[in-house]
């Protein structure tokens, strides 16, 4: 019997599949792209008030201002520290807690619901509360980055390990493993694709959390420029500010986080969406 | 090789037996058991001041304060407002989203042209709009509504999306041969064919719809639970909002495990699919 | 090659649903020489996937003794190799690593181990799969793979849990007639629990039936080897052996 599952013919690096990939970024492009040739044509022929919607030109010409006088260079750099290190603390320590929760079923299924509870109240729903206990700035946004990172991440690991199957973990056992072999070699791995599935939701929960908090408890970053320029009706700095936003995190979900993903829940042969 | 003695395993037995029981004749109640040492912690924490009082009370403060709240009619106000806003934009939402998805899940030309601009959009979020939203709209019902059906919008969309790709494509080539309609073909297959899918993407987009709600809330809004925790903040009042986390999170809890999660099970299990 | 002796062996364990003590093996005493291939069947819940658990160490057993060797066991280790119905592979790593995955809880070097995996991946016609994941493969070949790796570890004892029920009938036979292949080549001490019979006594030098966790009777199976499904199917001693433990099954 011959072994299923398709030959892999086409190495990734093959030009077939170079060339596919960017017959498929062009084809994304093009919606994109004659969106903004009508949102040009529509705010010229009707000519709508600049403070009510901006013209391409204008935001563009924002966008050239603002990465000249560094502007927009330093509120990217904050947003997206606050977020690295955030997300770096909330891996960190979410991790290897939701693993430790997920080793033992009964244990597991205990802390289940409990996870799952404040994995849901995750991110924007701490602002509050996290500029009392650190007033505005750094502290806070930092840390309703590591909240949203780090309950979704431990409900996920935790959900992970409690999925492989038990089986497993006795081969494990029985081919000579001991403890932190059977972490390094067996839970992390058996974990993975469920702990990047969380990896990926709980940053887009930090994402937006950190826009929203940006917007109300700072004085940097892209939520701040966005919130801010609102006061002087400089939509063209408010669209700017949006599509940096969306462009940024498109490109750390589509081109990082979601890949990641789909290879690895390839790979550990579960089906993936 | 008895490691415990015969009374200790046979009282660890009998907790075994209880346990068992518990969950099979309550198993709500056995759902909150997880939650006791929680609040036990917190209550310890709280009373042994291992942070000063006023950043981090006890479950006895939020309960007073609960009782006042409920008393001078605020809460249930909040409550009811927060509520009906998201049932507003959730409706508007979805009743948006099923079709947009069907579009994209049936017209190849509509999903290569509205695909990109739905995945741009979706990374752009809801937060990201409120600033512009407030030039427009200022702070008010429309641009929280707004928010919400934005936030709902793009789950829906999207599952429901994988349920049409999900479909057998024999079930759609039947339909025709036995002379349905394109619109009969919608109704009668499509729909109930991604239906657990929709339900999935329902489930999900209604979480995502009351966390952007609660962020409107904080942000911008003038009353509901987000306000009130946001108000809460600006008086320094740590009890509240904790008091509003709690609720939000309650509220949440309950009816996503109580009357989401039964319906999106009940769905995929009726029609004996696969949903995930 | 190692013997395996099992001493008034008992495990009851407490269930919560019953609210009971419920006794899965009653007083089992029994003695595999090395070498020796045996095989243990019984009906469904007669306690056979448990005795295979305690043995591998993942249960603890409530009383009695088992020896490898003559020395008691604690818990499961590389002595005593396992086999699982469910192939219990690891989807991560690809079928090499898999192999080598014994060797390499035992320090073996890369190179080393990757070798010693070939070798054994050779052994069962399987060099040419060697890079690829679990997934890929078909159930019969997995279970190769799932064969190979617990022997690639050089066990003591070989344990082999209702190992080929996963798998569709035609390919079973031919992975027993591999199974045998590599016991002649190897010849491990193995105790191979299933539940179908012809199996049983195809596999074994002795066959054993279990019921309600006691052991009911020992049936010695002397056929020569090397066993063909297609002369043992019209053997008159091969029939006359099965219809004895089958019987000896069903009465219990």
Redesign the interface.
């Known amino acids: 019997?011959?072994?299923?599952?398709g030959d892999r013919v086409l190495s990734a690096r093959s030009p077939q599949v170079f060339l596919a990939r960017v017959r498929s970024a062009v084809?994304?492009?093009?919606?994109?792209s004659?969106?903004v040739v009508i949102w040009s044509f529509v705010v010229n022929v009707f000519e709508i008030n600049p403070?009510?919607f901006p013209s391409v030109a204008s935001v563009w010409q924002a966008g050239v201002d603002s990465v000249v006088d560094g502007t927009l260079v330093r509120h990217i750099g904050a947003s997206l520290w606050r977020i690295a290190v955030g997300t770096t603390i909330g891996l960190a320590i979410g991790i290897p807690l939701g693993i430790a929760m997920g080793v033992i079923p009964a244990i597991a299924s205990?802390?289940?619901?409990?996870v799952?509870?404040?994995s849901?109240?995750a991110?924007?729903?701490?602002?509050?509360?996290a500029?009392?206990?650190f007033g505005y700035g750094f502290g806070a946004i930092t840390f309703v980055i590591f909240n949203a990172v780090f309950f979704v991440v431990a409900y996920n690991a935790l959900l992970g390990v409690s999925s492989i199957?038990m089986?497993?973990r006795?081969?494990?056992?029985?081919?000579?493993?001991?403890r932190v072999?059977m972490i390094f070699?067996?839970l992390l791995?058996?974990a993975?694709p469920n702990i990047v599935t969380g990896v990926r939701t709980g940053m887009g929960?930090a994402?937006?959390g950190l826009?929203?908090a940006e917007?109300?408890a700072t004085d940097r970053g892209l939520?701040y420029m966005?919130?801010t320029?609102?006061d002087f009706?400089k939509?063209e700095v408010?669209?700017l500010?949006?599509?940096v936003?969306?462009?940024i995190?498109?490109a750390l979900?589509?081109l990082l986080l979601a890949p990641l993903e789909r290879v690895t829940t390839e790979?550990?042969?579960m089906v993936g969406? | 090789m008895a490691i415990i003695t015969e009374e200790q395993a046979s009282l660890w037995n009998k907790l075994q037996v209880a346990w068992v029981r518990l969950h099979q004749h309550w198993p709500n109640a056995a759902a909150t058991l997880p939650f006791v040492p929680l609040v036990l912690a917190w209550w310890l924490t709280a009373m042994l001041e291992v942070f000063p009082r006023a950043f981090f009370p006890g479950p006895g403060e939020v309960i007073l304060s609960l009782k006042s709240l409920i008393y001078k009619g605020i809460l249930p106000e909040y409550l009811l407002d927060s509520i009906t806003r998201l049932i507003v934009g959730a409706s508007a939402g979805v009743a948006i989203a099923i079709p947009v998805g069907v579009l994209i899940g049936m017209n190849r030309h509509a999903n290569r042209g509205l695909w990109p601009l739905l995945l741009f959009f979706q990374a752009v979020g809801d937060i990201a709009w409120l600033p512009i939203l407030l030039v427009w709209f200022g702070f008010g019902l429309t641009t929280m509504t707004f928010v919400i059906v934005y936030t709902v919008l793009f789950p829906v969309v999207l599952n429901t999306v994988l349920g049409i790709r999900s479909i057998n494509p024999d079930l759609l080539r039947a339909a025709h041969s036995l002379g349905a309609s394109r619109a009969r073909i919608i109704w009668e297959v499509v729909l109930p064919g991604a239906l657990p899918n929709i339900m999935t993407g329902l489930r999900n987009g209604l979480g995502y719809g009351w966390r952007a709600l609660i962020a409107a809330e904080i942000i911008v809004g003038t009353s509901g639970i987000g306000f009130l925790m946001f108000d809460a903040r600006r008086a320094g009042s740590v009890v509240e909002i904790m008091l509003g986390m709690i609720v939000l999170g309650l509220l949440w809890y309950v009816v996503d495990a109580w009357i989401l999660a039964p319906i999106e099970r009940a769905t995929g299990e009726r029609w004996g699919m696969v949903t995930r | 090659m190692k013997s395996l002796t099992l001493n008034h062996l008992s495990k009851t364990y407490f269930d919560p649903y019953k609210g009971t003590q419920v006794t899965a093996l009653e007083d089992i005493s029994l003695s595999i020489a090395p070498g020796e291939f045996v095989s243990v069947v019984g009906p469904s819940g007669c306690g056979k996937t448990t005795l295979l658990n305690v043995i591998a160490g993942f249960l603890p057993e409530t009383s009695g003794s088992i020896r490898v060797d003559g020395k008691p066991i604690f818990g499961p280790g590389p002595d005593r190799g396992v086999v699982f119905q469910s192939f219990a592979l690891f989807p991560w790593k690809t079928v090499l690593e898999n192999v080598g995955f014994g060797p390499k809880m035992r320090g073996v070097g890369r190179d080393d181990r990757d070798a010693i995996a070939m070798d054994y991946l050779q052994l069962a016609g399987l060099a040419h799969a060697a890079d690829r994941y679990p997934a890929e493969l078909s159930g019969g070949m997995q279970q190769r793979v799932g064969v190979v790796r617990a022997l690639a570890n050089e066990p003591d004892v070989l344990l082999m849990d209702e190992p080929f029920a996963s798998v569709d009938a035609q390919t079973r036979l031919t992975l027993q007639e591999e199974l045998i292949r590599i016991w002649l080549d190897r010849r491990t001490t193995v105790l191979f629990i299933t539940h179908d019979v012809p199996e049983a006594v195809f596999l074994a030098n002795r066959v054993v039936v279990l019921s309600k966790g006691r052991v009911m009777n020992e049936i010695t199976v002397d056929l020569p080897h090397p066993r063909k499904w297609d002369e043992l199917v019209e053997n008159d001693a091969f029939k006359l052996l099965s219809a004895q433990v089958l019987h000896s099954v069903r009465a219990a």
């Open positions: 019997m011959g072994s299923l599952g084809l994304f492009l093009i919606p994109l004659l969106l403070r009510i205990f802390f289940n619901p409990l799952r509870f404040f849901v109240l991110g924007i729903a701490w602002i509050p509360i500029t009392l206990w199957p089986q497993v006795h081969a494990a056992a029985s081919l000579g493993a001991g072999a070699e067996v791995p058996g993975l929960f994402w937006r826009i929203a917007m109300i939520g966005l919130f320029a609102r009706y939509t408010i669209v500010g949006m599509v936003i969306g462009l995190w498109l979900d589509r790979r550990w042969g969406s």
